[in-house]
């Protein structure tokens, strides 16, 4: 059984920065893209960024470019978001992802459909 399980939300002011964890079982980790995706009120989910199976390949919506970093630590599992000079349109709750199929790559990861996902955890960022 697959388990994501995000980590690391909270109250912020603009300008601040915080480091999201996403920890993974129940599959293979280092063949597994994974991704981090988010939810405004009243939005529909979107994507954010993901991290190929190495680490080698990043993808970025253009809202976060030169502020979140995605990476991975294959031997714990884990990926991490660090999210620098956030913004108030940050605000939202962010949920970590990876793909039904270990075939999916990074650059797919935007449009991908089959997905699990973790329980979120909420980010706010204040004015």
């Known amino acids: 059984q697959v388990q994501l399980v995000e980590s690391g939300g909270g109250l912020v002011q603009a300008g601040s920065s915080l480091r999201l964890s996403c920890a993974a079982s129940?599959?293979?980790?280092?063949?597994?893209?994974i991704g981090w995706f988010r939810q405004a009120p009243g939005k529909e989910r979107e994507f954010v960024t993901a991290i190929g199976r190495s680490g080698g390949t990043t993808y970025y919506a253009d809202s976060v470019k030169g502020r979140f970093t995605i990476s991975r630590d294959n031997a714990k599992n884990t990926v991490s978001l660090q999210m620098n000079n956030l913004k108030p349109e940050d605000t939202a709750v962010y949920y970590c992802a990876a793909p039904k199929s270990m075939l999916t790559s990074a650059q797919a990861m935007g449009v991908a459909t089959s997905l699990y996902w973790g329980q979120g955890t909420q980010v706010t960022v204040s004015s």
């Open positions: 129940g599959l293979t980790f280092w063949t597994y893209t």
